[in-house]
């Protein structure tokens, strides 16, 4: 087995990596968590810090797995509904809603579903609305290295005040394009970093083969990887936005991570499961509902679509949803 915490060097890696990109030092030995993809991150960190009644702000659209995390270790999802097409965080809403129950905020960007990322503005929003508090922030920062377009991904190590009452998750399958690896970590200050091992621990005891984790870090000192990857994603977005706009479909903006959510109003009167349905066996082009998103199921007639393929797979995808979209349209006149 690997160690508990993860290896070493690993963890030595992941240390400076992060005090390179953010500023932020982390011990390696006591701050730094290796874990079984950054799911069981969100796990144990969640499980770390929530009791039976316990509130915990979420905003939707959100990857699906939040909300059953929260319930399922006794906790209350407080969703905040961001709106489309812009999802901005309504942060005078977020003070409303909390309260002397409310354990923790979960925080996502770049953000899945939406693409969105957030600002100087929603960190300094943020921090104001927990200090002095003892609310912990869970931020999940997976898609970290797929921000585009010349900004910056501003991750919450890089405010002092919040990285010490954060959770701060990412993916080193993500980073280096091997999600099936599972191979996640956690950085959080050494109290909570005692509390989230003990849940870790007792659900996985360890994570991934020593020489896995060995050979992530050598590539993690690779820094000129980064912007490799990071371009390489700029191009498939790119390539996704010049085809789409050959369709009737509309791409609302996207700033991050593998999404982009298509808005089909103008094309078909269909709900977004049928529509979805109607595309993967008809056109053979597998779209997410963004209702699946969403707590209360809304209808908006937008569609996720990922964009991180082949550039044979986006050309061919564009080709079908061309043909769909104007077959559809002509239906809906």
Known sequence: YAPMAGVEVLRE??????????????????EITITTGALQALHCAIAAVVSLGDEVIVFDPAFDSYCPIIELYGGIPVVITLEAPLFEIPWDMVKKKVSRKTKAILLNSP?????????THDILALDKITEGSDICIISDEVYEHTVFDGKKHLSLSQCESLANRSFVISSLGKHFHVTGWRVGYCLAPKKMMQLFRKVHQFSVFSSSCTALQMALAKQMNNFYYYQEINSLYQQQRQLFMDEIAKTLFKPLPVNGSFFCLLDY???????????????????????VPLSSFYTDRREQSILRACFVK??????KAMSALKKASEVLSCDLV
Request: overall charge positive; proline content about 2%; aromatic content about 6%.
């Open 265 to 287: 109003s103008e094309i078909s009167d269909k709900t977004e499961l049928e529509m979805a349905k109607s595309l993967t066996v008809k056109y053979g082009v597998a779209l």
């Open 310 to 315: 082949k550039e044979e797979t986006i050309k």
């Open 111 to 119: 953000n899945n579903p939406t693409g969105k990322i957030i600002t």
């Open 13 to 30: 890696a992941i240390s400076n990596y992060k005090l390179r990109t953010t500023g932020k030092h982390y011990d390696a030995a006591s």
